[in-house]
């Protein structure tokens, strides 16, 4: 899903700059509703996947920031979300954190980057923000100086934001539909709000805005592609029952697939520890969702491409993938029933032949299977040839790899490493 990777910065730039929260009065009540407040605010941080961000490199402590996030215009760092008052979230107001994640402005005025995702946080109600900001009270404070604005020019002049945001900026709480359940109203809350998952799965225009006619469709991001999650067949979840979508949240893994790159990230710090309940309302709102079905036709068999790429299949993948594609469930990927593997783009499938992947371990799919890497063994020409075998085979039909689709993607790998 978002996909993180990220989500991990699938817009431009990155989060919270600056001091965010003073969680004093939540942490010194003791009352039941400062603690029902605190509990809410810990769901919904998870919900949000903060740690995927704001968790330093290392892991030692939680919201200490640190992480380098990768972005079309830069690397930034996320800041120290923690309640140390000197380096980190510990002297705004309540108004000026709700203004932060609900309007993108800091409390000097200055524009939040919105590699933050405010434009998605804006649909939170300001007493789930204020649960937000009394949970991260509650944390440990980490005195941890953090440079967040490490962008090249003219990327760095935040006054420039302003025009960002009267293109692609539209504050509003969320809106219930009334022809709607409220199941799929829940879903859509997460979806479009704290879990901000077109972040990543939305497609973005040149200036890292949403391109909101084409929701959920797919995006490329740092080296991955988040995949279509409307219900368009071939390209999104069609083919996946609400079940299917409810195991892959929780575990990481189902009969179809297995989270890997940034959503594994997100699958192991969100959505498995989410609700049930909310992980069916996700699901019943992405069902619901509609796609745009292209009508593309797979390559012959005989094409001299898909004739390589079948026999280095045959060679490296078959053992694993089976020869009809159709994988182990909960093990390996079912390449056959699998939407993205082909994809409007080939960007995943292209990385995961070259490195190789670790998909995810939950307590629910505690193996957490590896897939190895080829990228040594095989030339350019040869991961395109079984690429876009891969693409045109099993009821598939995407648009072929290049040699040259695959020389940059190394070229970008080796120059992220």
């Known amino acids: 899903m978002r996909d993180r990777a990220g989500k991990y910065a699938a817009l431009p730039l990155l989060c919270l700059s600056g001091a965010l929260c003073n969680c004093a009065t939540a942490q010194s009540g003791g009352d039941q509703q400062d603690f029902a407040l605190i509990d809410r605010g810990r769901y919904l941080t998870v919900a949000a996947d903060c740690a995927a961000c704001h968790d330093d490199p290392d892991g030692h402590h939680p919201f200490g920031g640190g992480r380098a996030i990768?972005?079309?215009f830069g690397n930034v760092v996320a800041p120290n979300i923690t309640p140390d008052r000197e380096t980190g979230i510990g002297a705004m107001t309540e108004a000026q954190f709700d203004a932060v994640l609900r309007r993108g402005k800091l409390p000097d005025g200055r524009n939040v980057y919105p590699a933050m995702p405010f434009p998605?946080?804006?649909?939170?109600?300001?007493?789930d923000v204020r649960a937000i900001r009394a949970y991260l009270g509650t944390v440990a404070p980490v005195a941890h100086t953090v440079a967040s604005d490490q962008l090249p020019f003219p990327f760095r002049i935040r006054a420039s934001m302003w025009v960002w945001d009267a293109l692609y900026f539209k504050q509003g709480d969320f809106k219930e539909s009334p022809s709607q359940s409220p199941q799929w109203n829940r879903g859509?809350?997460?979806?479009?709000?704290?879990?901000h998952c077109g972040a990543c799965h939305t497609p973005k225009g040149m200036l890292g805005g949403d391109k909101t006619d084409q929701a959920l469709r797919g995006y490329s991001i740092q080296g991955?592609?988040?995949?279509?999650?409307?219900?368009?067949?071939?390209?999104?979840?069609?083919?996946?029952?609400?079940?299917?979508?409810?195991?892959?949240?929780?575990?990481?893994?189902?009969?179809?697939?297995?989270a890997s790159g940034p959503m594994a990230e997100e699958v192991s710090h969100s959505s498995s520890q989410m609700r049930r309940a909310d992980l069916e309302a996700i699901a019943v709102y992405l069902k619901n969702q509609a796609g745009a079905t292209d009508n593309d036709k797979p390559l012959s068999p005989k094409d001299p491409v898909m004739v390589a790429g079948a026999a280095i299949y045959a060679d490296l993948c078959s053992a694993c993938h089976k020869p009809d594609g159709s994988g182990v469930?909960?093990?390996?990927?079912?390449?056959?029933?699998?939407?993205?593997?082909?994809?409007?783009?080939?960007?995943?499938?292209i990385r995961v032949v070259l490195e190789g992947a670790q998909s995810v371990a939950t307590a629910k799919e505690p193996t957490g299977p590896a897939m190895p890497a080829f990228g040594w063994q095989l030339n350019d020409a040869q991961v395109a040839a079984v690429t876009t075998y891969v693409r045109n085979s099993w009821h598939h039909a995407a648009a072929a790899v290049s040699a040259g689709d695959v020389k940059e993607a190394r070229r970008t790998l080796n120059a992220a490493n």
């Open 188 to 195: 859509a809350y997460l979806v479009e709000g704290p879990g």
């Open 120 to 127: 998605y946080y804006t649909r939170m109600s300001e007493t």
């Open 329 to 349: 469930p909960y093990l390996f990927p079912d390449l056959a029933a699998s939407a993205s593997v082909a994809s409007r783009e080939p960007t995943t499938l």
């Open 70 to 72: 990768q972005t079309p």
């Open 224 to 258: 991955w592609f988040a995949p279509d999650l409307t219900n368009d067949r071939p390209r999104g979840l069609a083919d996946w029952s609400n079940e299917d979508i409810v195991e892959y949240l929780a575990s990481g893994h189902n009969r179809f697939a297995a």
